[in-house]
């Protein structure tokens, strides 16, 4: 039994961190490109709750969220010709609609500022099940978020 553990182990060491990111690359890339195709396709759809709740700016929000969608599929488009890993494919929708939603908290209303807050979450356990990515990433989306969601947020408390 203990020489079957150590056969294993040296065959372990033998595999390279270049086949280990390929066949991580291979796995989690329908994932993500999963993650992109439902930003381009939800995104825009959620401008019905816009009209609903930001009934003065839906327009604009609209827009952006267009925008956001032809650039992820854009970014969709050019992944081979760019050679891009397709964890910078979901981190474009995800950093974008973060940036969206920051956005949004200088449009909204008082009444409405749970359900943007639930939005929000919503964002971060959606890409919690479509992102295999660095940790670094992770830091950098948080940050950005929090950063341009308190520069949005700051004006409604005044």
């Given at each position: 039994?203990?020489?079957?553990?150590?056969?294993?182990?040296?065959?372990?060491?033998?595999?390279?961190?270049?086949?280990?990111?390929?066949?991580?690359?291979?796995?989690?890339?329908?994932?993500?490109?999963?993650?992109?195709?439902?930003?381009?396709?939800?995104?825009?759809?959620?401008?019905?709750?816009?009209?609903?709740?930001?009934?003065?700016?839906?327009?604009?929000?609209?827009?952006?969220?267009?925008?956001?969608?032809?650039?992820?599929?854009?970014?969709?488009?050019?992944?081979?010709?760019?050679?891009l890993p397709s964890h910078v494919v979901v981190l474009v929708p995800f950093l974008l609609i973060s940036?969206?939603?920051?956005?949004?908290?200088?449009?909204?209303?008082?009444?409405?500022?749970?359900?943007?807050?639930?939005?929000?979450?919503?964002?971060?356990?959606?890409?919690?099940?479509?992102?295999?990515?660095?940790?670094?990433?992770?830091?950098?989306?948080?940050?950005?978020?929090?950063?341009?969601?308190?520069?949005?947020?700051?004006?409604?408390?005044?």
């Amino acid at each position: 039994m203990e020489k079957k553990g150590l056969a294993s182990e040296y065959f372990i060491k033998q595999i390279t961190t270049n086949t280990w990111k390929y066949e991580m690359e291979q796995d989690s890339s329908r994932y993500h490109f999963i993650g992109a195709w439902a930003a381009i396709i939800f995104d825009p759809l959620f401008a019905i709750t816009d009209y609903f709740n930001i009934s003065n700016n839906w327009k604009s929000l609209f827009l952006i969220r267009i925008a956001i969608a032809l650039t992820t599929l854009l970014f969709l488009a050019l992944r081979k010709k760019l050679k891009l890993p397709s964890h910078v494919v979901v981190l474009v929708p995800f950093l974008l609609i973060s940036l969206q939603n920051a956005y949004t908290y200088s449009l909204i209303d008082n009444e409405v500022v749970m359900g943007h807050n639930l939005n929000y979450i919503a964002l971060f356990i959606g890409g919690a099940m479509f992102i295999l990515w660095d940790w670094k990433y992770s830091f950098f989306v948080i940050l950005i978020s929090a950063v341009s969601g308190i520069l949005f947020f700051l004006p409604i408390l005044n």
